[in-house]
C-alpha cells in the first residue's frame, strides 16, 4: 500500500468536507486510522474511545473518552472546515437522518442490489467500504417500523437513520479506504427513496435464493 504524506492526507480530506458541504450535506470530523499505532487516533490525546468514532478539537472529554456526538460535531459552515480537518485527517463522517439515511448492505447482497436498482433508473450515491458491503444513500425517511427493522437484521441490512452516522469518502478505515461507486456527483446527488431501495434489497434476495440449488432439490437420474 502506498502511504500518503499526512499533509497531503489532510488536504484531500478537507477537500471532500467542503465538497460535501457545498452540496448540502452536514459532515463531522471523526478519529483516524493510524496504521503506527495499530488503532483509531483522534483530538483527545490518550483517548481511550476504540474504533471510528465522531471527535471535535477542543471538546472536553470524560474519562480520557470523546463523549461527543456526531450531532455536535457535524457543521455545514464551510469557513469550520479548516478549525476541524487543518491540523490532522479526521475522517469524515455523515449524520445521518437529517439530509440521507443510509441502508448498509453487507457484501453478499450488494452487487446485487446496486444491478437492480441501476437497471430500475433508481440508483443513487454508493459508498464501498473495504469488506465490500455497501451504503446506499436514501432519501430521509419516518421510523421504521420495529418488524421492517428486524427483517432488514434478517437480510444482512442495516438502517442508519438520525443518531446514527457513517463513514464518507475518502476516509481511511483500519483496512482501506471507504471508495465512491458512484459518487453523488455523476447521479446528480439525487436519492432514490428508502422504500424502493428495501423493496428492491426484498427481489434482489427472493430472486438470490430462487437461483440456488440444493442437492435432492431435482430428481435423481433414473
Known sequence: MISIPPYRRRRRLAGAARGYIAAGWPVAPGAWWDPGECRYRCSQPGCLTEGLHPTLPGAPALNRRCEVTVTEAATADLGAVASRWGRQPHSVLLPTGHVSDVIEIEASA????????????????????????????????DALDPDLEVELAA???????????????????????????????????????????????????CSSRAERRYPGQFPAPG
Request: hydrophobic share 45%; charged share 15%.
Open 155 to 205: 437480510a444482512g441490512a442495516l438502517h442508519h437513520g438520525r443518531g446514527s452516522w457513517v463513514p464518507l469518502p475518502p476516509s481511511q478505515l483500519a483496512d482501506g479506504p471507504v471508495r465512491w461507486t458512484p459518487s453523488p456527483g455523476p447521479v446528480r446527488w439525487r436519492l432514490p427513496s428508502l422504500q424502493a431501495v428495501v423493496e428492491t434489497l426484498r427481489v434482489a434476495l
Open 110 to 141: 450488494a452487487r446485487r442490489v446496486q444491478s437492480l436498482l441501476a437497471a430500475n433508473g433508481g440508483l443513487g450515491p454508493v459508498a464501498r467500504l473495504p469488506d465490500d458491503s455497501v451504503l446506499l444513500f436514501t432519501t430521509v425517511a
